[in-house]
């Protein structure tokens, strides 16, 4: 069956700091990877799209970026956080079909 | 472009009754699924209910139904006996052509009370 993970659970960063949260998908190959974020009591907007290695699109510009070095591997990045990073980051993979599988989430809080 | 309205942003509901939480939806796409996903309090995201733009009936799942009305771009969501577990904020959500992205709603936040 097919799992992600996506780590860490919460994390608590300086202004200024960098940034690197992982997501990684198994027992699938050659999944679309996904970057969401969502502010306090909102929906969620999608940041950034994989649909392969090295295949990178991004949603809306910001002061983030991502990678995906591995098929069923998906980095979420900042050099320098702001406070308007803060809020809560979910990974999520499809295989092409209708349908996600989300991660359990990342709660950034950037102080 | 996509766009999902949810205009509910809080709904109550009696433990054991039915409550519909409404979901209208804009695309251009021809083929699109509509999703349902329930968010607790832990932040982890639930996929409840899918129903394809071209399925002639309604989806269910349980307790779970989707009124699909397509000439009306409405999607809304059918709990029946509702749970206190049920308590959650609801996504609803629509996923096109271009490489399965998912836009969401800005979602309702369900109470059931006892």
């Known amino acids: 069956s097919q799992t992600i993970h996506q780590w860490p659970a919460t994390l608590v960063q300086p202004v200024g700091s960098p940034l690197s949260l992982e997501c990684t998908v198994e027992?699938?190959?050659?999944?679309?990877l996904y970057w969401y974020r969502q502010a306090a009591g909102r929906g969620l907007q999608l940041l950034f799209y994989?649909?392969?290695?090295?295949?990178i699109s991004s949603e809306v510009p910001q002061n983030l970026s991502a990678s995906r070095p591995q098929d069923r591997q998906f980095i979420l990045s900042s050099k320098k956080l702001l406070l308007s990073d803060s809020g809560f980051y979910l990974c999520a993979w499809s295989d092409r079909a209708y349908g996600y599988t989300f991660g359990s989430g990342t709660r950034l809080t950037v102080v | 472009a996509q766009k999902i309205t949810q205009t509910q942003p809080g709904m109550f509901v009696q433990e054991k009754e039915a409550v519909t939480l409404d979901c209208t939806y804009d695309?251009?796409?021809?083929?699109?699924?509509l999703f349902w996903y329930k968010q607790p309090s832990s932040g982890e995201m639930i996929f409840l209910i899918y129903q394809g733009s071209y399925d002639e009936q309604n989806a269910t799942e349980g307790r779970y139904s989707l009124n699909f009305q397509k000439a009306r771009k409405s999607a809304n969501l059918v709990i029946s006996a509702s749970q206190l577990g049920d308590s959650a904020m609801y996504f609803c959500?629509?996923?096109?052509?271009?490489?399965?992205?998912?836009?969401f709603g800005q979602g309702t936040i369900l109470t059931v009370h006892p």
């Open positions: 027992g699938t190959s050659n999944p679309n």
């Open positions: 695309t251009s796409d021809q083929s699109y699924g």
């Open positions: 959500a629509i996923g096109g052509t271009s490489y399965g992205k998912l836009t």
């Open positions: 994989s649909v392969g290695i090295g295949q």
